[in-house]
């Protein structure tokens, strides 16, 4: 996760990094409290507001990995 300070408000970005399974890899990001919005479908993330994330990643057999996060003010 990198953090940036961009007028005044906190983005960050993160970058996954996916060992295993079959390439291509779908990325999907949903923001809680969102209704689960989708916000994004590429594996760098960048410009994220502070906010609970889900990031769902299928490989190509459809396995698919579920990582939760949350970026929080420093």
Known sequence: IIRKTQFGDLYDSINLQVNGG???YIYI???E???NKIINIESDLKN???GKYN???T???A???IV???LKEL
């Open 29 to 31: 990001l949903l923001k």
């Open 63 to 65: 396995s698919v990995e």
């Open 55 to 57: 990031i769902i990643v």
């Open 22 to 24: 079959v390439k291509p």
């Open 59 to 61: 490989d190509q057999t």
């Open 48 to 50: 994220l507001p502070i």
């Open 33 to 35: 409290n969102e209704k």
């Open 68 to 70: 939760s996060l949350e």
